[in-house]
């Protein structure tokens, strides 16, 4: 491990200030269950590491009529636990408690989650130069790829982990950046950018930024959601394939739809073909598999994950049936 400088903030502008002022290599500590791994392995080797627990005012949920704010620094464990959460959104719930352990969950946070670095396991070996650590290659487009995405590889093929963030999407939420001038708010859809956009990072987040909180929009009348999460374990994993749904269903057709997938692409992504497909139709298995025939036409695996075709279909499958039961 490199050394480095720890400053704990106690106070946004605190935060926002110290961001813009600093010249140094800079990471975000929020619970530290992915970043003190990278800090370990020599994968992350900022000069200064800042510490979020110390900030007031970046945790907690609250509830209003516009819906759900959420703040970076809540715990998983409070998501997946609080009753509004539990009531109004079942896809964000379910998403919440397939998330890793009850260990990692008691620790990890909502915006170290959505903030998470990729898994690919030539990035995480410090020793492997890759394009996401500024090198020239790609070493799993020829190499190991089982876990790898099968969308939007564009150079690295890694797929974004997050559990809570294809079900917050599928919800449209959105997210509120700090640092800079002002707070920005955008889709939590278009906070996450491909490799061709830049390949050094997952999302829009730039030097002196950092996620404030996401807020999700009250449920529509007859909303329903599901995440269905296929993993390799029995016990705590990372997906596979993922499948959120959002959805409402009115005279026994699914009048609304979001779907995103995690576990298939560098970023979470929404199978808006597949949307097409459903929309305004009574749901069969039929119509799912055009739905899914659809999306997958926009799939290029790689040489050892074209199993995850077949993945795709059976969470597709799954969730979708569940909304519009
Ligand atoms: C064994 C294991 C299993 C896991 N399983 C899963 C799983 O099944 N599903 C899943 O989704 N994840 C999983 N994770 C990944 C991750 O650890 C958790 O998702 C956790 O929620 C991350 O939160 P944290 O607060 O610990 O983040 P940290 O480790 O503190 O931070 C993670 C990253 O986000 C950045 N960051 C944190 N907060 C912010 C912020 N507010 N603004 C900007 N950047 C920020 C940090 O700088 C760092 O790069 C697993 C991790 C481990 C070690
Ligand atoms: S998928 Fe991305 S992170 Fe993995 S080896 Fe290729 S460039 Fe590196």
């Known amino acids: 491990m ?3 400088r720890i400053a704990q903030p106690k106070t946004v502008d605190e935060l926002a200030a110290l961001l813009t002022e ?3 290599k800079t990471a975000l500590l929020a619970g530290g269950t992915d970043l003190v791994d990278e800090l370990k392995t020599g994968v992350a080797t900022p000069a200064l590491v800042v510490d979020l627990q110390t900030v007031a005012g970046l945790a907690g949920i609250a509830r209003d009529k516009d819906g759900l704010r959420v703040g970076a620094m809540t715990r998983v464990v409070d998501l997946a636990e609080n009753a509004d959460v539990a ?5 964000l719930r379910q998403a919440a408690l397939s998330l890793a352990t009850p260990q990692l969950r008691n620790v990890g946070t909502v915006g170290g989650n959505l903030c998470q670095r990729p898994r ?3 990035y995480r070996d410090s020793l492997v130069p890759c394009r996401k650590k500024g090198g020239y290659n790609c070493f799993a487009y020829q190499g190991r790829s089982k876990y790898h995405g099968i969308f939007g590889g564009q150079g690295c093929f890694i797929v ?4 809570l963030a294809p079900a917050l999407i599928s919800l449209g939420a959105r997210a509120t950046i700090g640092g800079g001038r002002a707070d920005k708010v955008v889709p939590l859809e278009e906070f996450y950018i491909l490799p061709g956009v830049d390949v050094l990072r997952e999302t ?7 996620l404030k909180d996401v807020r999700v929009p009250a449920p529509k009348p007859g909303q329903k959601g599901a995440y269905v999460k296929l993993k390799e374990r029995g016990a705590w994993d990372f997906a596979l394939v993922s499948a959120a749904v959002t959805g409402v269903v009115s005279g026994g057709a699914l009048a609304q ?10 970023v979470p992504w929404r199978l808006k073909a597949a949307e097409d497909v459903l929309r305004g139709k009574t749901v069969t298995a039929a119509l799912i598999r055009q739905a899914a025939d659809e999306a997958l036409k926009e799939a290029s695996p790689l040489r050892e994950n074209g199993y995850k075709l077949d993945l795709v279909r059976a969470a597709l499958k799954e969730a979708v049936l569940a909304v519009a039961a």
């Open 204 to 210: 829009v987040l730039e030097n002196g930024q950092f």
């Open 2 to 4: 490199n050394d480095f």
């Open 160 to 163: 974004f982990p997050s559990d």
């Open 87 to 91: 009531r109004d959104f079942p896809v």
């Open 257 to 266: 739809v979001s779907i995103v997938m995690g576990g298939v692409a560098p």
């Open 120 to 122: 690919c396991w030539y």
């Open 22 to 24: 600093t010249t140094e």
